[in-house]
Every structure is written in C-alpha cells, then in structure tokens.
C-alpha cells in the first residue's frame, strides 16, 4: 500500500520516502503519541528526532496527494458501505460523509 506512494517524494537523497514509512509505522504501532518527538520511542534509533521533522517540513513531497491515495487504497478495501454507500467518520466532529465509490466527500 506504501509502494504506489513513493512517486510523490521527489528527493531520493534524504530518502523522504523511507522516513515517512517509518514515521507511519511507528503511528501504527502507538497511536496515542501526538507529537513526532514523543514519536521518537517507537523509531529506530539511527532515526533521529531532526531527520523526521525535516521530512515533515520539507516540501520535496506532495502530502494531500499521499494521504488522499492512501486514503483511497483503503477504502477500495473496505466492504460496500450499505444501501447509501457512504462511510461517516465517527472519529471527527465535522460528520463528513465519504462516498465508497469514489472517494469524494459528500457534505
């Protein structure tokens, strides 16, 4: 799912693409850290503090574009969303609907 991702990191040097996997995996590891410092438990320790949030903040990459395909891939594997085949985000306030079909937000 991270593979077809790795187009939108245009800086090969600093290995972009390679921080924010481990980024995302250390989030899925410990969801209930908010910060990229407290972060820093779950990374490896030849990954440090610095080198993420100079991925972060660098602009060598196209965030809305990664998280909207990844966004996507996973809702392509989620079953039909029933008769009006929408997803509600019960985990955020604004109660935007998401459409199954194509991935469109629905107001």
């Known amino acids: 799912m991270l593979y077809p991702c790795k187009w939108h990191f245009r800086c090969a040097q600093a ?20 910060t990229l410092k407290e972060l820093g438990t779950s990374l490896p320790l030849t990954l440090p503090y610095g080198t993420t949030l100079r991925m972060v903040r660098a602009s060598q990459w196209e965030a809305a574009a990664v998280m909207t395909q990844m966004a996507a891939a996973t809702l392509r594997t989620l079953p039909p969303g029933g008769p009006s085949r929408t997803l509600i985000n019960c985990m955020d306030s604004s109660s935007e609907r998401v459409d199954t079909t194509g991935g469109s937000v629905l107001l």
């Not at 290995?15 to 908010?34: E, M, N």
Request: hydrophobic content about 55%; charged content about 15%.
């Open 15 to 34: 290995q972009h693409f390679l921080v924010f996997s481990w980024v995302l995996i250390a989030l899925l590891r410990d969801p209930g850290k908010g």
